[in-house]
């Protein structure tokens, strides 16, 4: 069993930046990858990014690109998002996700193994 643990979401302006943080915990000795979902109030999840065990693949959904950047920290399986340029289309409910086994190109819903509990993030105009 993987403990998921996100935090760092909050209410920001426009254009505002933000770092979200997520701590997988158990199943020692797994490489699994790492990413994030977002879900905007009666819209489906959807993927946001997500990495590989060695950072050597990184995938971005397009309406992120060049906004949104994610890095993981192996030594504490730790992984980040950080959020610049913010919008208000950007509000929604953060989840990060962990695979067992890391996808190959753009991320869904079945790729995952745990989730997080989720961390709301508000864009103001």
């Known amino acids: 069993q993987v403990q998921v643990v996100e935090s760092g979401g909050g209410l920001v302006q426009a254009g505002d930046s933000l770092r979200l943080s997520c701590a997988a915990s158990?199943?020692?000795?797994?490489?699994?990858?790492m990413g994030w979902f977002r879900q905007a109030p009666g819209k489906d999840r959807e993927f946001v990014a997500g990495?590989?065990?060695?950072?050597?693949?990184?995938y971005y959904a397009d309406s992120v690109k060049g906004r949104l950047t994610i890095s993981r920290d192996n030594a504490g399986n730790t992984v980040f998002l950080q959020m610049n340029s913010l919008k208000p289309a950007d509000t929604a409910l953060y989840y990060c996700?962990?695979?067992?086994?890391?996808?190959?190109?753009?991320?869904?819903?079945?790729?995952?193994?745990?989730w997080g509990q989720g961390t709301q993030v508000t864009v103001s105009s």
């Open positions: 996700a962990v695979a067992i086994f890391s996808p190959s190109g753009l991320w869904t819903i079945s790729n995952v193994d745990y």
């Open positions: 158990g199943h020692t000795g797994a490489r699994y990858g």
């Open positions: 990495i590989s065990w060695s950072g050597g693949s990184i």
